[in-house]
């Protein structure tokens, strides 16, 4: 039985050649659809253009006049071992987005380089993206050695070149190899030209890459996409991403932790039923304890616990930005990890690199189009990640500024540093809550309403300020957060202690969500209520939702300064 499919990338810097590349390597395997490359050949004909094995990648005659490829693309070919998946990344600098987009879910990358010209503006920019990427293996393909009389003095210089530039970014190849992609020298086998170098061909060294693990072989990740009730079903579905599941698993839910049972898969027909499910498979699940769940929740198996996604309000991340404002401090935008999104505010720019230049700014104000940079978010909620090399699902995000993707990036490690949190940061020793309840709101003369955010922390036991600029608190209070499926408890003025949603609370006594807005639940029943009308909330219901259950001047009072 063959191996699973190898994804590979390729990346270079424009006229390069990785265009060639691929073309005669598909050629060369007779990977290509029939009659593909006496067509090419007639429209280069017609056009008055001498034939070019990148043409047989350009599926539109517009980009064959272009001469140049604007779009992402997967091309498949196979050898004796295995199928290979090569995607096919642009390489002018206006098209990364679209690099990005494909690169992300790629094993195994080549960087294209040309013998005569050497390491250029996109190389570096490649290369650089490469590693945002986190793609560990990272070969060097130092292409049209043929334009350079396959002069081994030659490989080297340009191997030195590319080894000296790739030093400074941390990043160690796991190979050189020359190439001529034009004649095919040094593609599917060794070359005669080239009887100095000793390493293996181009397809040799494909064969000899060891593919990583699977998704199925991974820990069980299954972000919740939506809830659905039928009858007296109630069902969570959403797409495995990694790992199995089957009927008796015990599941831990985050960001919540909290644990149950799979109990069946929901089926249209009697004929879909099934026991279990892998990576791959969009499913519908029923759990034993019914309790708050909501889109954007990670579903993990119990047993991988030292496998456990992170849960953070602060979150480090290596971000390439695309859009055409900045990216500033203090801003607010969009973040979405698999099928979560949540507000989160940029607390700190570590540090912005023009990925052409490689040229650093500790002290950057601002990320600029094109910019790659180490960006330190704060979000409203706790967000569930991993770190890239572990799962890519959940290890990438994009962000989004008003309606458009605006950046995207990998979360490579944790943020070791001190960060002021905005919001009174409560904690019980072992978690964080961030509650903005203290938080004054303003109307300005031009009609706007401005936040002055609280800073403070408070551990369990220690008072908090029941009355503020704008606000007034009763001495004690519940403080409810669905998400994370806890309760906080206020009694006489003090943090006195944080419990599940489901132990038996006095709800005689007011609650509040995490903004300050009065709830208007007074009994358990009251509780469930809630719970299921916001589990199913969508635009149309909102408005009736908010008006039903929130209060939010029953404690607070926007303040009218300056008309």
Not at 423 to 445: A, K, V
Not at 484 to 510: K, M, N
């Amino acid at each position: 039985m063959k191996e699973p499919a190898l994804h590979i990338v390729m990346v270079g810097h424009v006229d390069h050649g990785k265009s060639t590349v691929i073309g005669r390597l598909l050629y060369d395997t007779k990977a290509l659809p029939e009659g593909t490359f006496d067509k090419v050949k007639r429209i280069a004909k017609e056009t008055g253009k001498p034939f070019e094995y990148a043409y047989l990648l350009d599926a539109f005659e517009e980009e064959q006049k272009q001469g140049i490829t604007i779009d992402t693309t997967q091309l498949q070919f196979k050898t004796d071992k295995r199928e290979y998946v090569i995607i096919d990344a642009p390489g002018h600098q206006e098209f990364l987005k679209n690099m990005i987009s494909g690169a992300s879910n790629a094993e195994v990358a080549f960087l294209i380089v040309d013998a005569a010209r050497g390491v250029e503006e996109q190389t570096k920019r490649h290369a650089y993206i490469l590693k945002l990427l986190g793609i560990k293996k990272i070969y060097i393909l130092i292409n049209k050695m043929d334009l350079v009389d396959y002069q081994q003095a030659k490989f080297e210089a340009v191997k030195q070149q590319v080894a000296d530039f790739l030093n400074t970014l941390h990043v160690k190849p796991s190979g050189y190899l020359p190439i001529s992609a034009y004649y095919g020298e040094n593609l599917l086998k060794a070359s005669d030209k080239l009887a100095w170098f000793h390493g293996k061909s181009f397809i040799e060294t494909l064969d000899s890459i060891e593919a990583a693990d699977q998704p199925v072989d991974k820990p069980l990740r299954l972000p919740i996409q939506d809830v659905f009730k039928f009858d007296d079903r109630r069902i969570i579905a959403g797409r495995i991403e990694a790992g199995t599941l089957k009927i008796g698993d015990q599941i831990t839910i985050y960001p919540s932790g909290r644990q149950t049972e799979v109990t069946a898969f929901a089926n249209w027909v009697p004929k879909d039923a099934k026991t279990k499910a892998a990576a791959g498979q969009s499913v519908g699940v029923m759990v034993k304890d019914e309790f708050f769940n909501q889109r954007g929740e990670i579903i993990t198996k119990t047993e991988d616990q030292t496998a456990a996604p992170a849960v953070t309000n602060i979150l480090q991340t290596n971000l390439f930005w695309m859009g055409q404002a900045p990216l500033v401090p203090g801003k607010v935008y969009k973040l979405k990890i698999a099928t979560q999104q949540v507000n989160a505010k940029v607390l700190k720019i570590l540090k912005v690199t023009d990925a052409g230049t490689l040229a650093a700014k500790e002290d950057a104000s601002q990320v600029n189009l094109n910019d790659v940079a180490e960006v330190v978010f704060q979000t409203e909620q706790p967000l569930v990640y991993d770190f890239f090399d572990q799962q890519h699902v959940t290890g990438r995000f994009v962000v989004v500024d008003g309606y458009d993707v605006a950046g995207g990036g990998t979360i490579t490690e944790n943020y070791q540093g001190e960060v002021a949190l905005k919001g009174g940061d409560f904690t019980d020793n072992l978690n964080h809550y961030q509650i903005n309840i203290f938080d004054s709101y303003s109307l300005t003369g031009g009609g706007r309403i401005e936040t002055d955010e609280y800073q403070g922390k408070f551990a369990l036991n220690e008072k908090i300020p029941l009355a503020g600029k704008g606000y007034h608190y009763p001495s004690s209070f519940n403080i409810i957060l669905p998400r994370q499926d806890r309760v906080l408890l206020v009694q006489d003025g003090r943090f006195r202690d944080v419990v599940a949603l489901d132990d038996d609370l006095d709800w005689q006594i007011p609650t509040i969500n995490n903004i300050g807005a009065k709830v208007n639940i007074n009994q358990p029943e009251d509780l469930q209520e809630f719970l299921n009308e916001q589990e199913t909330l969508n635009d149309n219901t909102k408005a009736a939702f908010y008006q039903k259950w929130l209060d939010f001047n029953a404690y607070h009072q926007v303040l009218i300064e300056n008309i």
